[in-house]
């Protein structure tokens, strides 16, 4: 009879335990666990830093800033502060590997992080990654409930959910030490799906100690953490494929393929294959400098639309066999056998414009398709000669200019051959249309015009058309 009375209490004992992996939290007096699997730690990653400077794309700067920032980042959490290496002398940081990992209280559900963008000089100085006029560094609230942050960068922000842009403050144009930073926010959890243990149990209904970064319980062809990541239902059947909140003509769908690259459905993102031609049996060369690939992403960034350029990252980029003399149906070929790659539902079509890079096909640039065109380095290097003009911004703003014609933009004032020099009256007629489109500016400046000046100005920025390539 005693040894009955002993295992009955033995097993009221145990009734909480079995009930752990189901209850949302573990409650002691006033204390609540919100994840009773894990000791609950915030990582903040930097996954990419790049100085958005204006003076670089034009020919003639009116202020010249700080080219080589020694940068680096101050992440605080909890206002504990890390500090991270420097990278000397370098404007684009595109693999920082850098994190800062802080224990938190796994029965407090909000953590303040602050984020601080520095360059190591004389006298440190702050560079802008914030929308706020009035500050240069972001201050986030991170939810270990819900594995989502709000205050200075947000889902829906119009610079994107983790990323900060200076630009957001309205100083696009102005030299205000305005920079990009990716970054993002994790913590730990059992099963490493990234999502919250009291998210699956609360309001999933999934299991916390099982995987579910790839299943899709509602069948809608997008996996359960992308839709939980972006606010929407993993639960709810959704028309992915005709859902684009950010009209950028790439659906949900896409977003989801293209997220490994930091696409964002509520932020317009614009993807580019650049493939480039190899090298000639007599040397020569076909060229687009590195930093012209800089400075074409940055002239898009500064807007918050955000520039993907694949030149080979992105699975794309491919060498093209050398041809020294390129006709229109050779570019065809080219676009159907290195873009396409023979196949004529190939996924990319339709998200990525194709911007081929070739020695020479006749003249400077041209569109050969209504998702297409090429640009001859041959051609530019001659133009590169000329006195006042920069290679990288030539280079550049030819690519921007061909791109241009892929967004539908019409009427183009000073796309004319009456427009090209200043001893014509078209150049002078058209000159207020300060964008790259009108051959008076094209190779002096990498930009598309904002309609601030006077007529026949027109803002290129606001009537871009984002499905004119895949519609011609």
């Known amino acids: ?61 009116k202020n010249v800033g700080n080219n080589s920032p ?20 370098t404007k684009y940081i595109t693999d920082p590997n850098w994190n800062a990992t802080l224990n938190v209280p796994d029965d407090a559900e909000n953590v303040t992080i602050t984020i601080q963008l520095w360059s190591h000089e004389t006298e440190d100085i702050l560079y802008d990654v914030s929308g706020d006029l009035e500050s240069y560094d972001t201050t986030l609230v991170y939810s270990i409930k819900t594995g989502h942050w709000t205050g200075d960068d947000s889902i829906g922000d119009v610079s ?36 919250p243990y009291w998210i699956e149990v609360n309001t999933l209904g999934t299991d916390p100690i099982v995987d579910d970064t790839t299943s899709d319980p509602d069948n809608d062809s997008i996996p359960t953490y992308w839709e939980y990541r972006w606010g929407y239902s993993p639960l709810s059947w959704e028309d992915h ?25 509520f932020r317009k993102d614009v993807f580019v294959e650049m493939d480039i031609m190899g090298d000639g049996p007599d040397g020569e060369k076909t060229y687009f400098p590195e930093n012209s690939q800089e400075l074409f992403q940055t002239a898009f960034n ?22 020294a003399n390129l006709a229109r149906q050779d570019l065809e070929t080219i676009y159907q056998d290195y873009f396409l790659h023979g196949d004529v539902n ?10 081929l890079v070739v020695y020479n ?33 030539v280079y550049a703003s030819c690519y921007m200019h061909e791109l241009g014609h892929t ?29 790259c489109m009108n051959y008076g500016w094209t190779y002096m400046i990498v930009d598309y015009s904002d309609g601030s000046r006077r007529s026949p100005d027109l803002n290129d920025w606001n009537r871009i058309d984002y499905s004119y390539f895949e519609n011609g």
């Open 346 to 355: 190939n996924w990319r079509y339709g998200i990525f414009h194709y911007g």
């Open 407 to 435: 967004f539908g933009f019409w009427p183009i004032p000073g796309h004319s051959r009456f427009c090209y020099y200043p001893w014509q009256l078209g150049w002078w007629l058209t000159h207020p249309y300060r964008s």
């Open 160 to 195: 994107g959910y983790g990323r900060l842009c200076g630009c957001d403050d309205g100083t696009i144009y102005e030299n205000d030490r305005d920079c990009e930073l990716w970054f993002d926010i994790t913590q730990n959890d059992y099963d490493g799906d990234h999502i």
């Open 70 to 89: 020694n940068f680096y980042v101050k992440v605080l959490i909890n206002e504990i502060e890390f500090i991270s290496p420097v990278w000397n002398n």
């Open 241 to 265: 494929k005709n859902i684009d909140p950010d009209n950028d003509s790439i659906n949900n769908v896409e977003e989801f393929l293209t997220s490994q690259w930091f696409s964002d459905p």
């Open 361 to 393: 096909a006749a003249i400077a640039g041209y569109t050969f398709q209504h998702d297409a065109f090429q640009i001859s380095s041959s051609k530019l290097e001659k133009r590169t000669e000329k006195p006042l003009l920069q290679r990288d911004i």
């Open 302 to 323: 500064k807007q918050n639309i955000v520039m993907h350029l694949d030149a080979g990252a992105m699975g794309g980029s491919d060498i093209i066999p050398f041809n």
């Open 1 to 61: 009879m005693k040894k009955l009375y002993i295992i009955s209490i033995i097993g009221i004992l145990l009734v909480p335990l079995t009930t752990i992996a189901i209850s949302s939290t573990i409650t002691t007096g006033s204390l609540t666990d919100f994840d009773p699997l894990v000791d609950v730690s915030v990582t903040v990653e930097i996954q990419k830093i790049r100085y958005l400077a204006i003076n670089e794309l034009q020919t003639f700067p």
